[in-house]
């Protein structure tokens, strides 16, 4: 077992103003010991706050960061919540926690033997009694009968002198990060302007993508709230919910969405504070790693465009096609908002197995562009004219809708065509009988 023990000074943990020189991704989401083993938890999930001490148990972790002295250097090393830090590591939790009150940093390979009782928990209520027989070391005290120690000292002590030693567990209530995300910032100004928000939102993000990736989980949906000035009569609050097709953890696509909505936003009055709290989490699908490079993907996926282009230009104004159980062509889709087009679209092909390659057999002669309505072709010769005279190349493909559909009795005979000046058509004629054939122009192929 390795234990690593970390202590701050009373006075940066007991300060309001506790991010002293660190970094400040959980401030002010925690007070300064809770932050501080929030962070330890990136090492390793073993992290504990005893007697304002945090504990961390890093022989599990150790082979993930490439070794003991390389885990070390990387924690002791990087930016912490609160600066400076006082460290210690050893054995078993405890001698780690008794080199820290000695003041000494000593590795693993200490002798317990010599380590005060002052700096064993259990021991100090029985201190003066324990120096009266001239016992003030852990081995002194070992070597005492167990018996005697149990009936005088209690079984508490013997307990904990077997922890000591790595002869008894260690128990401890590990800490665990909030099932849900939820952080306020007060702003140091007011701000009058929405898209000056995104300024402080982004440090709510930055606090929300560490813990997402401490829980190894990703956001779905979140809801910004900010508290206006209230010495206003418009004053209030006021909120906006971002959501995303894919679990996200990088906040850079749900900061982009943010920009755009802040962007068409006017608000009532100067917002004093700003809070950031998760609605939606989804845990991440492991992916396996290729054992050769794997090709880079970059920029934003289809989804993220599709979201980012909502939040800029409305829901209106971004739509999605939507596929109908119809068998005549101008009825077999919808369009509506994009924004559950993920969902709906894979819905759809799941009933209906649309999505099937057997199915695109039919369909494999349908035109790039749909006209809404029919154009009535002219007909000379019996030949439609569409910009000069449309030469039949493949059909016909036969279509029959009876009268009891709803829609009303259609039947028609679809037809692949070539005009030379406006190229490759969709048509069909109406099969009401050669002498009365009527023609319509009903696709264009891009």
């Known amino acids: ?33 809770t932050a501080l083993g929030w962070w330890a938890l990136q090492w390793t999930p073993k992290v504990a706050c005893v007697d304002r001490t945090l504990l961390l148990e890093l022989s599990a972790s150790e082979r993930l960061w490439g070794g003991r002295a390389l885990v070390l250097r990387r924690i002791l090393e990087s930016n912490k919540p609160l600066e400076p830090v006082n460290y210690a590591q050893g054995a078993t939790s405890l001698i780690a926690m008794a080199l820290l009150q000695s003041g000494s940093s000593q590795g693993p390979g200490v002798n317990p033997d010599t380590l005060p ?73 007011q701000v009058e302007t929405a898209p000056a928000l ?38 209030g609050r006021g909120e906006l919910v971002l959501r995303s097709a894919e679990p996200a953890t990088d906040m850079t696509h749900l900061q982009g969405l943010l920009g755009e909505h802040l962007a068409r936003l006017t608000l009532a009055a100067p917002v004093l504070s700003l809070s950031l709290r998760t609605l939606e989490t989804k845990e991440l699908r492991r992916q396996s790693m290729s054992l050769v490079d794997d090709e880079q993907v970059n920029g934003e996926s289809w989804k993220q465009m599709v979201e980012r282009l909502t939040a800029r230009l409305g829901p209106a104004q971004v739509l999605q096609m939507r596929p109908c159980a119809e068998h005549l062509p101008e009825r077999m889709q919808t369009w509506e908002p994009a924004l559950n087009a993920i969902q709906l679209v894979a819905g759809h092909a799941v009933k209906t197995g649309y999505a099937g390659h057997k199915s695109l057999k039919a369909e494999a002669l349908y035109p790039t562009w749909l006209l809404a309505t029919p154009l009535k072709l002219v007909v000379h010769g019996g030949q439609p004219q569409y ?24 039947l028609r005979d ?15 004629r109406e099969r009401l009988g050669v002498d009365h054939a009527r023609w319509y122009l009903h696709g264009l192929f891009g």
Request: one cysteine or more; aromatic letters at 10%.
């Open 198 to 235: 995104l300024f402080g939102a982004r440090r709510l993000f930055k606090q929300l993508q560490l813990w997402l990736q401490l829980r190894q989980i990703g956001v779905l949906a979140v809801r910004l709230m900010w508290v206006m000035d209230a010495r206003r009569e418009t004053a």
């Open 387 to 410: 910009h000069g005279t449309v030469y039949l190349l493949a059909g016909p493909q036969r279509l029959e809708v009876p009268g009891w559909s709803g829609h009303g009795s259609a």
């Open 117 to 189: 009782l002052a700096a064993l928990a259990a021991a100090q209520p029985h201190l003066a009694t324990l120096e009266k027989i001239g016992c003030t070391r852990w081995g002194q005290l070992r070597a005492l009968p167990r018996g005697g120690v149990a009936r005088r000292f209690g079984a508490l002590l013997l307990q904990a002198l077997d922890q000591a030693y790595g002869q008894g567990p260690d128990l401890y209530p590990w800490l665990v990060l909030p099932e849900v995300f939820q952080a306020r910032l007060e702003l140091p100004h």
């Open 414 to 428: 679809y037809f692949l065509g070539r005009s030379e000046q406006a190229g490759l058509l969709w048509l069909y």
């Open 1 to 33: 077992m390795h234990w690593l023990a970390l202590q701050a000074p009373p006075e940066c943990t007991t300060t309001p103003n506790w991010q002293v020189g660190g970094t400040d991704e959980f401030a002010p989401w925690a007070d300064a010991l």
